[in-house]
């Protein structure tokens, strides 16, 4: 057989075998924890939220989709003095009676607000609990500033 026929076909089952790993290993299972995570929909989500960058986009889908974990969690980056009393507070408003969200933009310019948010789904995948989320933000993000949590 030819070298360059040998060549093809080692290139060729390279592949193959590449990926056939990538399909084992790839994460997409949705039985994964991953895929636990409720996310709420972007298509009732602002303008601002749909055009910022990714990580804030699912920070907002998860605060939205999730407000029974992330008003038990602080936010850090001195949020308090707007009155907000949760990490949620940083991307909800409110609720109205229609369940219709009004968003709070603030976490579109506060990358604290949103690295906790996303912290917070990390943790969650790895199967921690609200408490020992609370925790980790607490130890992690006390250096900058006062808790937001009365």
Known sequence: MPIRSRRSILLISLTILLLLLTAGCGGSDPKTKESNL???????????????????????????????????LPCYCGCGAMGHTSNYDCYVAGVNADGSINFDTHALGC?????????????????????????????????YGPSNIP
């Open 38 to 72: 409720k996310m709420a929909s972007m298509a009732n989500m602002p303008a601002e939220v749909r055009t910022a960058p990714v990580t804030v986009q699912e920070a907002y889908q998860f605060n939205v989709a999730n407000p029974d974990i992330m008003t038990q």
């Open 111 to 143: 990358s604290i607000c949103v690295d906790i948010t996303q912290d917070t789904m990390r943790l969650l995948k790895e199967g921690k609990s609200v408490d020992q989320i609370k925790a980790y933000i607490d130890q992690t993000y006390a250096q």
